[in-house]
């Protein structure tokens, strides 16, 4: 809607400075792309010779750079809508008066609410994979298969963080909900022991038997792997008897039980098992003893089998459920960091740690700076960084943390949040969503909508009336009127005047009003066929927005009221359009032309005086504007001046002075002896 030349910009590149060049970038209006193009700058102490390029016939090089989003696809972009929702609901709670108690398990449950819609996504798009139409397309193939990959580290993440830094507030220790979060995440050993489970005594038969249940074992399942030991045909032996008692009777930590008394019960259960394990009470089947040398948590046994695992904190939880169960969450810190050092060094020499992996390593080691920052290098244009940040900032559970750290939570939030509504701002299809954030950006949010919202573009009257309501809720008039004008013009091209003239008079543009009012009343001169007639009826007091559409309201009520033959009303109302000094020149022809049938009429509908103003509007008004046009023809053509005078009911406008002086005679005549005649009587 504003047609400004985008200002161009350079770019700090290091090839292009190397090789003598600038690359300057110019944003391109309408879309969320950078031209980017290269050029040797011409300075103080450059040699004075042609360019090496003069005389070819090559092309610019102009490269068009576009941020890569995931949200393009629409299966993606309800991820946007439902978490706009939350983000609402979010802020409304935190304006809310509840007890801060309260308010932290409402929060607990937004974060989980967050969850939740990543994960209902995820399926969405694992069985959006597996349509024909995705697998014949590579490029689809290759968008589904990284927002699988995004979303699934979001959610794995956002989980750990609400774990450790919300969840925390209840509960005293943390390896039981690390237990689970794994569990989560690594679903492969419990479908194999379901799978199991399902085969009965037969199970034990099955080639990957034992390798699941030492899966199941360093995840901490061990209910379920007792249920599959308990369907061997050789349940009932001694070893396998001792395993389900010691399994069975492995004090698990309950909420509000006293710690003191459980690491007591839990370091005599522990002795036990070694005990047993010396006894070689398990030697008859080598590989259960292998199992329970996983449970008593014999480091030369977890180290072979780190070698098969795919993150460095796939087994953690278990092996701190068999080694330190009381972990709090301040002591995850140092035991992260020594379990992530011991699985490195099992991994090749050119291994290298994924964004995930370290992501993870920071919230445990409680770095939530350095990993606020990562969050950004998501390709989830900030979607992530920008609700996990706003979640914190209403929390205040780590207010002290960023103190300390010299980060401005409140302006940080803020920052995310302008730069996240101001990119759906620039989506066709998530302009609405944008509005939501921006909304609580302050007055920067509110100045971001007023500049975004004339640059939509605009599809339908629908969506130019949802733009219009949302610019006027927040009081953008000059914004609902920039939109009007570009409706008004869009119509005007289209031929649809009327829509045209409505929108004209909703921007309350007296220019384009104007215009448009110009053009139905020469139309009509010209054509005898009068535009709009319904939205010139409709339009009622809004015709003072400009003095043009006042006389085409007035003209059209004469217009109507000689059509229904109600002359001395017409008549008295065309008299008054004469005298109100706000006739356009180029219509007077069809304004007096008009009163030559009223002025010829045997019963007089003009009386005297009335002839007598026409008669010197005629002379005063048509005639100076035919002579002057007269002038302006002998002018050269790119100096002329002339004002159009025309009437479709006449050939030349010359005719209508000899009618209407003829006319006006004849009435005269006629309205003073008729005058004089009721004055004797």
Not at 198 to 205: D, F, T
Request: glycine share 2%; charged share 25%.
């Amino acid at each position: 809607m504003i047609n400004e030349s985008p200002p161009a910009f350079e770019l700090g590149d290091t090839l292009a400075t190397r090789c003598g060049n600038t690359l300057t970038g110019v944003f391109v209006p309408g879309s969320s792309k950078i031209a980017l193009s290269a050029y040797r700058p011409v300075k103080w102490n450059s040699r004075d010779a042609p360019s090496e390029t003069v005389g070819s016939e090559d092309f610019v090089l102009v490269h068009m750079a576009k941020e890569a989003s995931l949200f393009e696809e629409p299966l993606l972009r309800s991820l946007l809508a439902e978490t706009t929702v939350t983000f609402t609901t979010l802020q409304t709670l935190a304006q809310s008066q509840k007890s801060s108690t309260k308010k932290i398990t409402e929060y607990t449950k937004i974060s989980s609410s967050y969850r939740s819609v990543i994960r209902c996504c995820l399926e969405k798009l694992e069985l959006a994979k597996k349509l024909p139409e995705v697998q014949e397309n590579d490029a689809k193939q290759k968008l589904f298969a990284e927002a699988i990959m995004t979303l699934y580290s979001v959610e794995c993440l956002w989980h750990l963080f609400e774990i450790l830094y919300m969840q925390q507030q209840h509960y005293q220790l943390v390896v039981p909900q690390l237990l689970e979060w794994t569990r989560f995440h690594y679903p492969q050993a419990e479908d194999e022991a379901t799978d199991l489970l399902l085969m009965g005594e037969e199970a034990s038969e099955f080639d990957n038997y034992w390798q699941t249940l030492k899966k199941l074992i360093m995840f901490g399942q061990l209910d379920v792997t007792r249920a599959i030991l308990s369907q061997q045909p050789q349940a009932s032996q001694p070893a396998f008897q001792a395993a389900e008692q010691l399994l069975k009777s492995m004090p698990v930590y309950q909420e509000g039980y006293a710690l003191q008394k459980f690491t007591t019960q839990w370091e005599y259960w522990h002795s036990d098992l070694e005990r047993k394990l010396t006894a070689h009470v398990f030697a008859t089947e080598p590989e259960l003893e292998l199992m329970m040398q996983l449970v008593a948590g014999s480091n030369k046994h977890w180290d072979a089998e780190l070698l098969d695992s795919h993150d460095w904190y796939e087994y953690l939880p278990g092996y701190l459920l068999y080694t330190k169960p009381s972990c709090k969450p301040f002591e995850l810190r140092i035991a992260a960091t020594n379990w992530q050092n011991r699985w490195s060094r099992q991994q090749p020499a050119d291994w290298k740690m994924s964004q995930l992996s370290r992501m993870v390593l920071q919230l445990m080691k409680h770095e939530v700076k350095q990993f606020i920052y990562d969050t950004q290098k998501l390709s989830d244009s900030h979607w992530f960084s920008t609700h996990i940040i706003d979640l914190i900032h209403h929390t205040g559970l780590l207010t002290t943390y960023f103190e300390q750290q010299g980060v401005e939570i409140p302006e940080l939030r803020q920052s995310l949040i302008y730069d996240y509504g101001s990119y759906l701002m620039t989506s066709h299809n998530l302009w609405q969503l944008g509005i939501d954030y921006l909304d609580h950006c302050q007055q920067e949010g509110l100045a971001a909508i007023s500049l975004l919202l004339p640059h939509i573009p605009i599809k339908t009257e629908r969506q130019a009336f949802k733009i219009i309501q949302l610019a006027k809720q927040r009081g953008f008039v000059e914004v609902e009127q920039d939109i009007c004008k570009v409706l008004s013009k869009r119509a005007y091209n289209d031929e649809r005047y009327g829509s045209a003239l409505e929108w004209a008079i909703r921007a309350k543009d007296v220019l384009l009003v104007t215009a448009i009012a110009d053009f139905i009343l020469k139309n009509y001169s010209h054509t005898g066929n009068m535009l709009c007639k319904d939205v010139i009826t409709s339009i009622g007091a809004r015709m003072f927005v400009s003095p043009r559409l006042i006389f085409l309201l007035k003209y059209y009520e004469f217009y109507e009221l000689y059509g229904q033959r109600e002359f001395l009303a017409a008549a008295d109302l065309l008299v008054n359009l004469l005298d109100s000094k706000i006739t356009p020149d180029y219509f007077w022809p069809t304004l007096l032309i008009d009163a030559l049938p009223l002025l010829e009429s045997e019963d007089p509908k003009i009386f005297s005086k009335e002839t007598v103003a026409i008669l010197q509007h005629l002379e005063m008004e048509l005639v100076p504007l035919i002579e002057r046009n007269k002038r302006a023809r002998k002018q050269p053509s790119n100096q002329t001046n002339e004002t159009a005078l025309k009437d479709y009911r006449v050939e030349h406008t010359e005719e209508i002075l000899d009618l209407m002086r003829l006319a006006c005679a004849r009435n005269l005549a006629r309205a003073m002896i008729i005058e004089n005649t009721s004055n004797i009587s």
